[in-house]
Structure formats: C-alpha cells, structure tokens
C-alpha cells in the first residue's frame, strides 16, 4: 500500500503516469485500480483496509468450511 500512495501522491505532483508506473514496476491499469481503491485515503486508512480485508476472507473461509462440515455431517445422518 505504501507504493500506491507513493505513487497517488506522485502522480499528483505532475508526473506522468507512464514515467511514475515504470519507476514503480507497476502497469498503468494496477496504478489506476489503485487510485480507484486508495484514492482520497490516508496510508493508515488504506492499512485499516486492506486489515479488514483479510479478516473478512478469512471469516468467509471459516464459513465456507462449516457449511461444509454441515454438509457432511447431514450426508452421514441420511446414511
């Protein structure tokens, strides 16, 4: 996240996006989706993000799983 706001920041101050991509090893479609998602934030609410990211893929993971666990269990009942 430090380089997308790196690179937000930058691009603000005049640079062309192709020059600052190539500096940053990025693509212009990754700077854009970048700016798109970080645009506006500080770097610690971009952090704050992408923390709740993770957390909400790991709960969507341990749901997933338990579904399954349920799903088998119900398959033994019928047997």
């Known amino acids: 996240m430090s380089i997308a706001a790196s690179a937000a920041d930058t ?28 645009g506006g934030m500080e770097v610690s609410e971009a952090r704050r993000l992408k923390a709740l990211e ?3 893929m790991k709960l969507k993971r341990l749901l997933a799983d338990a579904m399954l666990d ?8 019928k047997a």
Do not use: M
């Open 54 to 56: 993770d957390e909400n």
């Open 70 to 77: 349920n799903v088998a269990l119900k398959d033994l009942v």
């Open 11 to 38: 691009q603000e101050v005049g640079s062309k996006t192709a020059d600052l991509c190539r500096r940053h090893g990025i693509s212009s479609a990754t700077f854009y989706a970048w700016k798109a998602k970080y």
